[in-house]
């Protein structure tokens, strides 16, 4: 692991857990909410160039679940979900920048997003994390709290127990 700096500008090449949030299209993909119009086409998206202590590139993601969840419920048709970042990782004050982020799970916020987050869970494989589950250790980095992500695929059908859009 490549550490320079001190608590701010850290600069880390290991993975780490954060929190993101998307704007969800109606087709299921999720796009950046703010910069670019470009959808992820996978679960993992990497950047061409890591990101500099200094500037503002890479892929921003928020140290702490609350944050994210607080940020999205703040936009329409945006969700939040937990990410694993690698390759540079930059940290800052309430979060990180990175060099790629792999989708983990969607967040069931309850809410009218919680449609859009099953949508895009189901176009992108991957889980929801459903409110105040036990919390659960992770082996490769720490989030705020890691939820215990359950499978969409439910008993109410294939798109797991939540609305749809």
Request: glycine share 12%; with cysteine; hydrophobic share 35%.
């Amino acid at each position: 692991m490549c550490m320079i700096g001190g608590e701010r500008g850290l600069l880390e090449q290991r993975e780490v857990l954060a929190w993101r949030a998307w704007r969800v299209r109606p087709d299921g993909r999720v796009m950046p909410v703010h910069h670019t119009r470009q959808p992820w086409r996978c679960a993992t998206w990497t950047m061409r160039e890591p990101p500099k202590r200094t500037g503002r590139t890479g892929l921003w993601a928020f140290r702490l679940r609350r944050s994210a969840e607080r940020y999205a419920r703040k936009q329409w048709r945006v969700v939040a979900g937990l990410v694993r970042l690698s390759g540079v990782v930059i940290k800052h004050t309430g979060g990180y920048r990175a060099q790629r982020a792999e989708i983990l799970a969607f967040i069931d916020s309850g809410d009218g997003a919680a449609g859009a987050a099953y949508l895009a869970a189901a176009r992108y494989g991957v889980k929801i994390l459903y409110p105040n589950e036990p919390a659960a250790p992770s082996t490769v980095g720490r989030a705020d709290s890691v939820t215990g992500a359950r499978d969409p695929q439910g008993a109410s059908g294939p798109t797991g127990p939540g609305p749809t859009p």
